[in-house]
């Protein structure tokens, strides 16, 4: 049964499942479109030419007809789990006749979860979706059948970016307006706060803001002129203080009921953008309530297309486990040619590019499919040498991001935790650990810890050989590496593209394929 699935909205997608297989997971954002892009033709024609085969079922995942989750659904809708939460309806197809599925957006994230887990089928779990609107536990029996749980807390995304906004000085909209970069950039600065007690300024308005059953873009700066926090910067201490403790309120919502009800020993699946907050997942992870936790690579709105094509396979067939590797993207299209008189083009040799980057070379990485997911996992990476400092102010300036953004490491899984104490392995970088080594200052947050991601030669030979080479030079099997893309872009995914963008922020090197190429001018 081949199914081709699609998801409206941010974050779009477009996937295929054939015989429990996944053959593709394409993003509207990569390829240097727009972060969280909308369905594009570019991503249809290239799921289409992918297919050797009209589908058998075409999924679309429930959505909303507007810009917020409570107007008019489109298809099933965006939530629920019960009775209307799935349809099943003949259809057509390019004149071809097909079933047309859709199921929720809710129980797209809890599908992705559960179709990519490790664990075992015909055994039950439980399951969290936190997300910019829904934030709740579910349980999943050994069918597959989904119960709602408890409904925990309204918008624990949206709330936790909300406090950015409120207090970024550049942040002049009213209401109505969300940033979807703003978790990612808070969940940085949490890492510089003073665990001090709570003043009864930070407690009226986490109080305040946790309370909110609306919808929480729609609070306008200018009711909030009551808290000395609007406004106030968000590089600022107070700010810093104030965001770790509403993370920690937010988190102890949420594990408050799982201590009180979630009580059978199950294994915990974890789905929704919160997923991509590694100190609550390394917070779920050693809390001791649940045998095992798994977070998918795409846990946001990235995978909900993959989680929609698993539901439609549990619907038809029974089993929602499918066959899936990280690297489920488009191969890398090598478009353009790399002028002879400004590179030296030559094979790829592991041991010279380790001992380039170990002589400070920062290098664009492009090699094979590129990962699913928003995180840079080896694919589709900008890799460094992890000892300097001066390193970290590098690469948050090639892209062009805020300087107190951590960088994060790369590392052998054999070798991990000589480096690493924590959460691992960790193949999809999902995960805070704690750094063991003071040699590691390009990659050790302010906080001493570090968003590593492990790999194995199965994983990835390429990077694995890498890491081995760089290991021989150095003794450490370590790399710096963050995401290689224009700023505001999904992944970098031509050569013309990486030509342009190393030109414009001084890369020193590249890897494509298995051609190592480097500048015949240094750099100024």
């Known amino acids: 049964m081949l199914i081709l699935?699609?998801?409206?909205?941010?974050?779009?997608?477009?996937?295929?499942?054939?015989?429990?297989?996944?053959?593709?997971?394409?993003?509207?954002?990569?390829?240097?479109?727009?972060?969280?892009?909308?369905?594009?033709?570019?991503?249809?024609?290239?799921?289409?030419?992918?297919?050797?085969?009209?589908?058998?079922?075409?999924?679309?995942?429930?959505?909303?007809?507007?810009?917020?989750?409570?107007?008019p659904p489109s298809r099933t809708g965006y939530f629920g789990v019960g009775e209307g939460s799935v349809s099943d309806q003949a259809g057509r197809f390019f004149g071809t006749d097909v079933r047309v599925f859709s199921s929720t957006h809710e129980?797209?994230?809890?599908?992705?979860?559960?179709?990519?887990s490790p664990f075992p089928a015909g055994q039950p779990y439980y399951c969290l979706v936190w997300e910019g609107n829904i934030g709740s536990f579910y349980r999943i029996d050994e069918s597959g059948g989904v119960t709602h749980l408890r409904h925990v807390m309204s918008d624990p995304g949206n709330k936790y970016a909300y406090l950015f906004a409120l207090a970024d000085r550049k942040f002049t909209a009213n209401k109505g307006v969300l940033r979807l970069q703003d978790a990612g950039k808070q969940m940085a600065l949490t890492g510089f706060a003073r665990r001090t007690g709570t003043s009864a300024e930070e407690r009226e308005l986490i109080d305040f803001l946790l309370a909110q059953e609306r919808i929480i873009t729609t609070l306008g700066k200018d009711e909030m002129?009551?808290?000395?926090?609007?406004?106030?910067?968000?590089e600022s201490q107070e700010y810093k203080d104030l965001a770790a403790k509403f993370s920690d309120a937010i988190f102890d919502r949420f594990h408050a009921y799982a201590a009180e009800h979630l009580t059978e020993g199950l294994p915990l699946l974890i789905s929704g953008g919160?997923?991509?907050?590694?100190?609550?997942?390394?917070?779920?992870?050693?809390?001791?309530?649940?045998?095992?936790?798994?977070?998918?690579?795409?846990?946001?709105?990235?995978?909900?297309?993959?989680?929609?094509?698993?539901?439609?396979?549990?619907h038809y067939t029974g089993v929602a486990a499918v066959e899936w590797d990280v690297y489920a993207g488009d191969d890398f299209v090598e478009d353009a040619a790399f002028d002879p008189e400004r590179y030296e083009t030559r094979p790829l040799d592991y041991g010279e590019v380790a001992r380039f980057i170990a002589d400070g070379g920062i290098i664009g990485w492009a090699r094979g499919r590129w990962e699913m997911g928003p995180r840079a996992l080896g694919n589709r990476s900008i890799l460094a040498?992890?000892?300097?400092?001066?390193?970290?102010?590098?690469?948050?300036?090639?892209?062009?991001?805020?300087?107190?953004?951590?960088?994060?490491?790369?590392?052998?899984?054999?070798?991990?935790?000589?480096?690493?104490?924590?959460?691992?392995?960790?193949?999809?970088?999902?995960?805070?650990?704690?750094?063991?080594?003071?040699?590691?200052?390009?990659?050790?947050?302010?906080?001493?810890?570090?968003r590593a991601q492990t790999v194995t030669r199965e994983q990835n030979p390429a990077v694995a050989s890498l890491l081995t080479a760089f290991r021989d030079v150095t003794g450490f099997s370590v790399l710096c590496n963050t995401s290689l893309n224009f700023s505001g872009r999904g992944f970098i995914n031509h050569t013309s593209d990486l030509i342009r963008y190393g030109e414009q922020h001084d890369l020193d090197g590249y890897v494509v394929g298995d051609t190592f190429v480097t500048r015949r001018v240094p750099r100024p």
């Open 5 to 71: 699935s699609f998801k409206e909205g941010h974050d779009s997608a477009v996937t295929a499942i054939d015989d429990g297989r996944l053959l593709f997971s394409l993003e509207a954002e990569k390829d240097s479109f727009p972060r969280y892009d909308s369905l594009t033709a570019e991503v249809l024609l290239a799921a289409a030419e992918r297919l050797d085969r009209l589908p058998d079922v075409v999924a679309v995942g429930g959505w909303v007809k507007g810009a917020y989750s409570d107007e």
């Open 107 to 116: 129980r797209s994230h809890i599908m992705t979860a559960y179709g990519l």
């Open 225 to 234: 002129d009551w808290t000395p926090f609007r406004n106030i910067g968000v």
């Open 274 to 314: 919160c997923g991509l907050n590694c100190e609550w997942n390394r917070r779920w992870s050693e809390c001791g309530l649940f045998p095992e936790v798994f977070v998918p690579p795409c846990p946001n709105d990235s995978g909900s297309s993959l989680g929609t094509a698993i539901d439609a396979q549990l």
């Open 385 to 450: 040498a992890p000892f300097s400092a001066e390193t970290t102010a590098r690469l948050n300036k090639i892209k062009q991001r805020e300087g107190y953004r951590p960088i994060a490491p790369l590392c052998l899984e054999e070798d991990a935790e000589q480096w690493f104490e924590g959460s691992l392995p960790d193949p999809y970088m999902l995960y805070f650990s704690t750094v063991r080594s003071e040699a590691l200052k390009a990659v050790t947050h302010v906080d001493g810890t570090a």
